[in-house]
């Protein structure tokens, strides 16, 4: 009798032990594959949006007009359609990329105080294109100088909280990202986020 008694026992703890055994195995199943599928979510290649961005750098037929005062982008390029067909939907990716300090193929004159030519950036064409796609809210832009029939841009017309300047690029010698560039940018953010930017059509014919 005790001998039954001690090895029902020991079957039920090589019962116990095997059922343990397998709900590890499980576990480190599922850990495994979750480690996997964080690690493809990271890798997850770039958006459609993402890619229409780091096109502008390398495409054929992208130009404009750089000057002290705005960066104007000749809209009719492919490359810039491409960005005009997402609509509404282009606006956050724009401003996203405000700070972005990726240089565009297009060549300039103009030269800083120093007299180092100044380069084209994706953040100065970027914040152009988006100036052009959204409505010119007088939270935004100082509707004077945009009726006056000056040289400029309708960039050049933003208020100074959103303002993006060429010179902001190059405060010197070197490019990079200064705090008016980011002020600026995590302005148009909240603006966005909290529904105050209308998308509206640019006619450019």
């Not at 780091?54 to 960005?83: C, H, K, N, W």
């Not at 990726?102 to 120093?114: A, C, K, S």
């Not at 006056?148 to 100074?160: M, Q």
Request: proline content about 2%; aromatic content about 12%; some cysteine.
């Amino acid at each position: 009798m005790l001998l039954c008694h001690l090895s029902a026992k020991r079957g039920f703890a090589a019962y116990l032990f095997s059922v343990m055994l397998f709900c590890g195995f499980a576990a480190l199943v599922f850990l495994c594959a979750s480690v996997s599928f964080t690690q493809s979510k990271k890798s997850k290649p770039k958006t459609n949006g993402e890619k229409l961005i780091t096109a502008l750098i390398d495409a054929e037929g992208v130009s404009g007009v750089y000057g002290d005062d705005g960066m104007y982008i000749f809209v009719q390029a492919p490359a810039i359609q491409r960005i005009f067909r997402l609509k509404a939907k282009a606006i956050p990716l724009l401003i996203a990329h405000l700070d972005d300090k990726r240089l565009l193929r297009i060549g300039t004159n103009f030269t800083n105080e120093n007299g180092n030519r100044l380069e084209i950036t994706v953040g100065m064409a970027c914040f152009d294109l988006q100036t052009l796609m959204i409505r010119h809210d007088s939270r935004f832009f100082d509707k004077k100088c945009l009726e006056e029939e000056i040289e400029g841009t309708i960039g050049s017309c933003a208020r100074k909280k959103y303002l993006i300047e060429p010179f902001d690029f190059w405060p010197g010698e070197k490019l990079r990202v200064t705090k008016r560039i980011l002020r600026a940018k995590r302005n148009w953010q909240t603006a966005y986020k909290k529904g105050r930017i209308r998308y509206t059509v640019y006619d450019w014919l």
